[in-house]
């Protein structure tokens, strides 16, 4: 077959066969029974759309710790602990790490 960067060929001319034929009021193929839907949202997909909800109406920044630290850093008072930072980081990349597939 030659690639030229076109529209793919059908099924059908790709093995010179005819396509299925269908009953013209579902679509399925004439001589099967087309599966039925499923019967509703699941407890987990309910679940899950519930912490998506949760997720999605919380703020992006946090107004309480944002204005914390502006009052740190407007007294003068913000001291970073290097230890502590270089800790989270070092455990931040480890979980990357871990996490990737």
């Known amino acids: ?10 099924t059908g001319e790709l093995t010179n066969t005819k396509p ?3 009953d013209g009021q579902t679509g399925s193929v004439a001589g099967h029974k087309a599966q039925a ?3 509703g949202p699941t407890r987990a997909s309910l679940t899950v759309t ?3 909800d949760a ?4 703020p992006d920044v946090r107004a309480d710790k944002v204005a914390q630290l502006r009052e740190q850093l407007r007294k003068g008072d913000y001291t970073v602990n290097s230890d502590e930072l ?3 980081m070092i455990n931040s990349s480890l979980r990357e790490d871990l996490e990737r597939p």
């Open 1 to 10: 077959m030659k690639i030229t960067g076109q529209n793919p060929p059908r």
């Open 20 to 22: 299925r034929e269908t």
């Open 37 to 39: 839907p499923a019967a």
């Open 50 to 52: 519930k912490v998506k």
């Open 55 to 58: 997720i999605r109406n919380e």
């Open 86 to 88: 270089a800790a989270n």
